[in-house]
């Protein structure tokens, strides 16, 4: 047997906890103030007709699978909107995972928020 193929520069849970507040962050950067700006226009602005078509809406983008939003981090948000802004960056990143969590949690922050209003 050779030599280990990969040599991996960090060990231990501190990395993957790391990684998953920095994705956790960003989401809340994204979702929060959409989330809010939406439970306020469907409590206080909507007319009826207008938030009879947002709620389902908002309830077919919380149906959606969580693999159907990696599948549309890794092909869209990353190559079509990443890297073209910034043409380094890499195919798995923690803005594109960001991103698309913040997405992913927006109808639950919007219905909350609503509900509390």
Known sequence: MGPPLFEPKHFGVAPLVAGTMLVAVIAMVVAAPIGLAVAIYL???????????????????????????????????TPNLLQRLFP???????ASAGIVVGIMILPM?????????
Do not use: C, K
């Open 88 to 94: 380094e960056t890499n195919v798995f990143n923690a």
């Open 43 to 77: 409590a206080e602005y909507a007319p009826d007709r207008v938030r009879s078509i947002l709620r389902p809406v908002l309830e077919v983008l919380a149906g959606i699978p969580t693999v159907v939003y990696g599948y549309f981090a890794v092909t869209f948000v």
């Open 109 to 117: 922050v919007a219905s909350m928020s609503e509900d509390a209003m």
